[in-house]
């Protein structure tokens, strides 16, 4: 069997960070995969604070939006540590954006800054992740990484994607599999 042949797409699944983790930028993420082939992965982590409120950001994209008091205070994600100054939308199925991408029937992503502000006043899909910069694997890299228990891997729900806290996101993801966190090595737990 060549090695294309066992190739298994890992698109529309998270990636969860084991406790042992050592880069500090992936401690407890959970990733969204968006594109995974032959040729490499692309993610973006749902549940890293990049520190900025969506109202911050859209005031830096475009001066004269409107951010109603409800959208405020989203919070932005750190999406990953490749091109950190580009903004991608995960967001619940909405067509008629400038640069879009269906995913899966149910979610697409967004490049452009349109969907930002129509996101800040309501006008924008449903539910929507707002993260700046991705994550991304060179060929063969991320099955390397799973292959050297660095991650989990579940199939990716849209409660999870856009309902759940982000501060229980990591663990709601370990639950999904059916472990119990304290399972998963002796650090889990500790500061």
């Known amino acids: 069997m060549s090695e294309t042949a066992s190739f298994q797409s890992l698109e529309n699944h998270f990636l969860i960070a084991m406790p042992t983790m050592e880069d500090p930028y992936f401690s407890r993420t959970v990733t969204y995969i968006c594109e995974h082939n032959e040729r490499g992965a692309m993610g973006l982590v749902i549940n890293q604070p990049a520190g900025m409120t969506l109202k911050e950001l859209v005031e830096q994209a475009d001066k004269d939006a409107i951010v109603l008091d409800t959208k405020a205070n989203d919070i932005v994600m750190a999406g990953g540590p490749v091109s950190q100054e580009r903004g991608f939308i995960l967001h619940t199925s ?60 579940v199939e990716a729900d849209l409660e999870l994607l856009f309902d759940i806290p982000v501060h229980k996101k990591w663990q709601t993801a370990v639950q999904k599999l059916g472990i119990d966190v304290w399972q998963l090595g002796p650090d889990v737990g500790h500061a």
């Open 94 to 153: 909405q067509p008629g954006w400038a640069s879009s991408l269906a995913l899966t029937p149910e979610i697409m992503v967004t490049t452009s800054k349109d969907i930002l502000s129509a996101i800040g006043n309501a006008e924008g899909p449903h539910k929507a992740i707002v993260t700046l910069g991705y994550a991304g694997w060179g060929a063969g890299q991320l099955e390397e990484e799973i292959q050297h228990n660095s991650w989990l891997t």
